[in-house]
């Protein structure tokens, strides 16, 4: 299960990394859970957990801090590129993301990112409208039933 090899690329800024840290502890067809320490240290975000959620396009992180407690759920726009040969997932980061306080509070973030990336080229019209849809129905789920059904495969692991 876990001899999958993670990427990540993001446009802004241009980098791809390989997630070689991060743990994966759960892995179906349609969503890969993962464990994580920060790539780079942070003074507020320690470690936390990600949902990959393969056929929907987007990743639901759960971010904490250094005493363990939630800093917030965090909630990228991706899409997914597998490649069989050598076992490995690329996430590709599409710039919009949510952001999940504690207390609840919503905030679509990194618009001006997504806007950005389209008109240096760095994206095309495919993955524009493939981010904004995505986001909408990642919105229309939290705003129907809130983070907890999109949080349940993290805190069900967390909580074994």
Known sequence: MNNLTLFRR????DECVELK????????????VTKWKTIRTR???SNGY????????????KFLKSDGS??????DIVTYEMNSQDNSLLVIDLLADVKISPEGRIRVVDLDELSEAYEKR???????KKSLLSLNRL???IYSD?????AAPIEDLINQ
């Open 70 to 75: 939630l800093l917030c759920w965090y909630c």
């Open 10 to 13: 993001r446009f802004i800024p």
């Open 146 to 150: 809130g983070i907890e059904p999109l």
């Open 21 to 32: 840290d991060d743990i994966i502890i759960k892995r179906t067809d349609s969503v890969i």
């Open 122 to 128: 760095l994206i095309d019209e495919h993955l524009l």
């Open 139 to 141: 919105l229309n789920e």
């Open 50 to 61: 990600s949902c990959y959620y393969l056929d929907r396009g987007y990743k639901v992180s």
């Open 43 to 45: 003074s507020d975000l």
